[in-house]
């Protein structure tokens, strides 16, 4: 009995410990809890501010982008301007070298006309210069040229040619059977000249002509010399055909001078190009 009281006892005090046990419990859960939300919201709130900052770099590094952007565009459009600029440089460059492609191929037209032309008028004016010598060697074709006769200051040039083919020439009668229509000394007198100016007589005849320059062999090793008259051009030729005429006949072979051409062996000499 004794021993069932006293168990009563335990069991009551075990429920009165229990009892008052209980409500300490509960508030500790309580405040886990309410620590746990805590967290839970500071955890979050963390979270947001590191998202924040995170954004906010987010856009700054954004805004580097654009400004970034912002300068190749801006660099972009500077380069489509000059882009513009050049294709208007090079159209107009184009235009440019079009005009003068065009003035360049009428200038060429004009040029090749004008060369035309000139050679049409060097054509014509060789023409003209040849008839021109032709002119002068036609009207010198009764002349002959007597050189090295003394000169006097009041002389009568037909009696002294007169003289020497009667006196040198052994033409009897010249002086009344060949007649002379004019005659005259070569170029201007020349003051301390020491070699007289040729006689140019102009004989009527020109059979009279021939003979006398067929017997002016008769004044070898004499200093008077017969020749005939040319125009300078022709003279220049003679001269210059000149050597391979005394070339020839130390050769043994026949030439002579006929005009402004060297006639050997009966064949016309030309001189080689070099």
Avoid: C
Avoid at 124 to 135: F, P, R
């Amino acid at each position: 009995m004794a021993t069932g009281r006293h168990d009563a006892k335990r069991t009551a005090h075990k429920l009165n410990n229990s009892s008052t046990s209980s409500p300490s419990k509960a508030t500790k859960a309580k405040d886990l809890k309410h620590n746990d939300d805590k967290n839970q919201e500071d955890e979050i709130e963390t979270e947001e501010q590191v998202e924040l900052k995170d954004i906010m770099v987010m856009m700054k590094n954004m805004m580097r982008k654009l400004e970034k952007l912002d300068v190749i565009e801006t660099k972009v459009k500077s380069v489509e301007q000059e882009l513009r600029s050049m294709k208007d440089s090079i159209e107009f460059a184009h235009s440019e070298v079009k005009d003068l492609k065009s003035d360049n191929e009428e200038r060429k037209k004009m040029d090749e006309l004008t060369r035309q032309q000139i050679e049409k008028l060097e054509k014509e004016n060789e023409i003209l210069h040849k008839s021109v010598i032709d002119l002068k060697t036609r009207s010198m074709r009764d002349n002959l040229v007597f050189y090295n006769i003394d000169e006097n200051k009041d002389e009568n040039t037909t009696d002294i040619i007169h003289q020497i083919m009667e006196h040198k020439l052994g033409m009897e009668n010249a002086a009344r059977e060949v007649k002379i229509d004019r005659s005259h000394r070569l170029g201007k007198q020349r003051f301390g000249a020491t070699k007289p100016r040729p006689i140019v007589p102009k004989f009527n005849f020109y059979p009279d002509r021939e003979r006398v320059l067929q017997n002016a062999r008769k004044l070898k090793g004499t200093k008077i010399g017969i020749g005939e008259q040319f125009p300078d051009e022709i003279l220049k030729i003679r001269k210059e055909l000149y050597p391979e005429l005394k070339k020839a006949r130390d050769a043994g072979k026949k030439a002579k001078l006929v005009k402004d051409k060297l006639i050997i062996e009966g064949q016309i000499f030309y001189k080689p190009t070099t």
